[in-house]
């Protein structure tokens, strides 16, 4: 096995590639795409191994995987004239390697679920004609379907790769060299300083920090295990209890991936999908999510009427002077990447490009002045280690789901779906969206939120286009139930974290985690009832007024739920609350 020095070294190389491409100009996508890939190979392959066998299989993938995709990048010319279809017999098995090396890359990464969801896909593409029946399709020949796959800019070297390489990379990238710093204090302390000392204020704590930590990693479960550390030991030692404790986090934490400015790689596929600017999905999602943290607040605040819910000690607070420096080391480099997007108008990826430099100069130092050598050279480490994984566990995801979504456009299979949901649901709009929404949270239990949003909106979002729902209402809609499966049972990641760190029953944190994280219930079809939540960037007034209306509504919710209150005054506030979201839209 590598040294950690070596992993740390070749996550220098996918960093510096990557950023290249940022800085110089067109490459051919035939030829970045499937360096992305090649880039990843070995992460999934060799650093992710556990045993000797799958060690020893792993340098086989490996060195297959990177013949395969030199090859492309190699003769990216040639192929860009063949028009997706295989004229030589080799080819054939090149094409095969590639999709082998996918498939195995996402199951080592993210386990079977995916995978077999693509390997189906496969299936179907090379065997549906026959089916008999509306749901088979005429057949396409094989040389013609593993070559749009592998070797034309569809299938997996199509949009969605093109995004894991410009953008969701560079974002992965800043938020290593700012988690290798000392952001995750600065966020710490602010939450501390800001909530410390309210009612319930180490849940209150969680819930902020979670906030501004998954503004950067959107990724719950990272989002648990960082945070959640510092957070669920001083929530416990404050006498709460455990369940309420572990779901406190869990339900923060989730929220991260529908926090911008990276919404777990979400927003950067948006993007792609719906052709809106990224700064145009930021202004959208920034109230619901804001929402979504505010349902958790006030459901704290409802707990605290059962439990005695204490506040952080005065003595565990940091100073004003300490405050000031540590939050410096997450506000120059956002500083930074918000001045990019918004002043000169640079591409989110050019824009975080810059700030990446900002926040490396600040590894530089720490909150007492300049950085000893061996603390530099500890983060450059962490940096490379931590940047070459998550580009490559995201690159995985990403090369698996478009196979998916290949197969969906080659057989035809999406519009098929589309005219299912359309009809089972009699061509009305509220029926579509609770049979997209279960679907949503069946795809999201076995695979990443943002693989079963991809293949969700693949195939729903034409059909609630159809219905009168806007691209972004739609996007932001299937997005958003594509994350449910963080906190609902049975299959709920973040809460099987908490509740491991805090030695509870996980249905026991998983009941109070829905209690908590009702918003992420209600808020997505909020958004349908409301259209006005999510323009903010075209009417802000009506955004916010909307906004306002929601939270009110969330809060007679919240009590309702979880406060103490006798059966009458819960049937109440629940009427309230539903009335103010689904009786009028502002």
Known sequence: MPSKYFWAGFGFISIIFHLTLIFS???????????????????????????????????????????????????????????????????????????????????????????????????????????PGEFGHPGTPTGSFLGTLTIA??????????????????????????????????????ALTSAGRLKGGAAKVSVISSALFGSISGSASANVASTGAITLPAMTKLGYPKSLAGATEAVASS??????????????????????????IMLAAILPAILYFW????GIDAFALRYDLKAVSKDQQPSRRNLLITCSFFMVPFSILLWGMFGPAYTPQFAASIAIFGAAILLLFNSKGLSDKQQILSRIED????????????????????????????????????????????????????????????????VPTTAAYVICISVAGPALSQLGLSPLQAHLFVFWFALLSTITPPVCGSVFIAAGMVKENWLKVAGTAMMLGVGLYLIPLAMIA??????????????????????????????????????????????IGMVLIFGFSI
């Open 25 to 131: 100009g067109l490459v051919p996508n035939l030829v970045s795409r499937p360096l992305h890939m090649a880039l990843a190979l070995p992460w999934a392959f060799i650093f992710l191994s556990n045993t000797p066998l799958q060690r020893y299989t792993g340098y086989i993938f490996t060195l297959l995987g990177l013949l395969a995709t030199f090859w492309v990048a190699y003769n990216a010319d040639t192929l860009s004239d063949q028009y997706g279809y295989i004229s030589e017999h080799y080819q054939l098995w090149i094409a095969a390697t590639l999709l082998l090396c996918v498939l195995e890359m996402a199951r080592r990464c993210i386990g079977w679920p995916l995978p077999m969801v693509a390997a189906i896909a496969l299936c179907y593409g090379l065997f549906g004609q026959y089916i």
């Open 153 to 190: 800019e569809g299938g997996i070297w199509g949009k969605l790769t093109g995004v894991s390489v410009s953008i969701v990379a560079i974002f992965v990238i800043f938020g290593a060299v700012l988690n290798a710093g000392e952001a995750g204090q600065g966020f710490m302390n602010l």
């Open 255 to 280: 929220g991260g991936q529908i926090m911008p400015p990276l919404m777990g790689a979400g927003a950067f596929v948006m993007v792609e999908l719906t052709g809106i600017p990224y700064q145009s």
């Open 295 to 298: 349902a958790v607040w006030v």
């Open 383 to 446: 940096v490379g280690t931590n940047a070459g994984k998550q580009i490559a566990m995201i690159a995985s995801i990403i090369l698996c789901a478009s196979i998916v979504v290949g197969v969906l456009s080659i057989t035809g299979l999406g519009v098929k779906i589309t005219s299912l949901i359309i009809s089972g649901s009699s061509g009305m709009l509220w029926p579509a969206i609770l049979l997209t929404a279960i679907a949503c949270l069946i795809l999201g239990m076995e």
């Open 530 to 575: 409301n259209p006005s939540l999510i323009q903010l960037g075209e009417s802000p007034f009506l955004a916010i007024l909307s906004a306002l209306k929601i939270a009110l509504a969330l809060y007679f919710i919240s009590m309702a739920l979880i406060a103490p209150f006798k059966t009458i005054k819960r049937a109440l506030y629940l009427s």
